[in-house]
């Protein structure tokens, strides 16, 4: 059965705050544990009044501690904007913390805008450094070696899986080069999806790290009790997103009854286009679309995001798709 896992972008809900955000995150965290999911990612955007996670080992931080056996990881920390022995120095604390439950998701954009990347000093690293970064990176968990001048304490030794993500082919040409897994950001950018999925799988070589291509794709899934109580939650993230594109982001907004349907065109096009991998609806749709998901794409895991304005609706939606997921294995065995 296809593991399923959590993103969460710690969204900051219209009329809440970030602080709230993060114990909702934690919250969330401890749910999804107990209804089995895989991992819980959280995400590095900054600039971004609706996403309470820019401190990402930060956050991670705070959910590893309010949870034991779901592993916690970064997906991702967006290494353009940091030094490599930063990051292995903050996933190493994350390590020593919490042994073998840390994974590490590299992504080579900003997580940002242009202001926040001039802010954050990207302009004295080229993007093109990112594989160089990768490698210095990953060289830090290694064991420290005699006369090592530059050490990540801690880091050194730890078990911290690193992932590959991407949102085009160039990720998983990287991803497959390293023998590393790779997530794609198909949630929001599903346009080259199968073309990296096939590029990543034929280009593979086994590493240390993995021995086999394992390709995970990120899926919004909204669940409710019926289809149409599932569409009106499922606005928020339209919202947010035209908001997102047209210079107006802001918190996360309240769902609005037939929001889709008053767009332009253009606008629903793009909503068409940038939200095409997602299931919306009640256990039944969810099931029959998750299914046709897993077989079109013959994905290796699935990371769901779920952005529902109401914290306890989100539960509910992660514990539909949970249900579901039961099911399907029953029926299977």
């Not at 955000?21 to 544990?33: F, Y």
């Not at 990112?130 to 304490?153: I, K, N, S, T």
């Not at 390293?178 to 929001?188: E, I, K």
Request: aromatic share 6%; net charge negative.
């Amino acid at each position: 059965m296809t593991p399923l896992s959590v993103l969460d972008l710690s969204p900051i809900p219209e009329g809440s705050d970030a602080g709230q955000a993060l114990r909702n995150s934690a919250d969330l965290a401890r749910h999804a544990e107990a209804l089995g999911y895989n991992r819980f990612w959280m995400a590095e955007h900054h600039n971004m009044p609706g996403i309470a996670s820019a401190a990402t080992a930060v956050a991670l931080a705070h959910v590893a501690t309010h949870t034991s056996t779901i592993r916690i990881g970064a997906g991702g920390v967006m290494l353009p904007n940091h030094a490599p022995i930063i990051i292995a120095e903050q996933f190493g604390t994350l390590a020593a913390l919490h042994p073998g439950r840390i994974d590490l998701g590299l992504g080579r954009a900003p997580g940002t805008d242009q202001h926040a990347a001039q802010a954050m000093r990207r302009s004295l690293v080229r993007e093109d450094d990112f594989p160089r970064d990768v490698m210095e990176l990953m060289a830090y968990f290694e064991p420290a070696q005699p006369g090592q001048a530059l050490r990540a304490v801690p880091g050194e030794g730890l078990a911290v899986q690193p992932w590959i993500l991407g949102s085009s082919t160039y990720g998983a040409q990287l991803a497959a080069v390293l023998g590393l897994p790779y997530a794609f950001a198909s949630h929001f950018a599903p346009g080259q999806m199968r073309d990296a999925m096939a590029i990543y799988r034929e280009r593979f070589r086994p590493s240390a790290h993995l021995a086999a291509p394992h390709v995970m794709l990120g899926v919004n899934v909204v669940a409710a009790a019926t289809d149409a109580e599932a569409r009106f939650l499922f606005t928020s993230l339209q919202q947010a997103f035209v908001n997102l594109r047209t210079g107006r982001a802001g918190k996360l907004p309240a769902p609005v009854e037939g929001f889709a349907e008053r767009l332009d065109p253009r606008a629903q096009t793009m909503l068409d286009n940038a939200l095409s991998c997602s299931i919306v609806g009640g256990p039944e749709t969810v099931r029959r679309e998750l299914a046709a998901f897993l077989d079109s794409t013959g994905a290796d895991e699935l990371m769901v995001t779920a952005q529902v304005h109401d914290h306890a609706a989100r539960l509910r939606s992660f514990a539909i798709l949970a249900d579901v997921r039961a099911e399907a294995a029953r029926a299977a065995a």
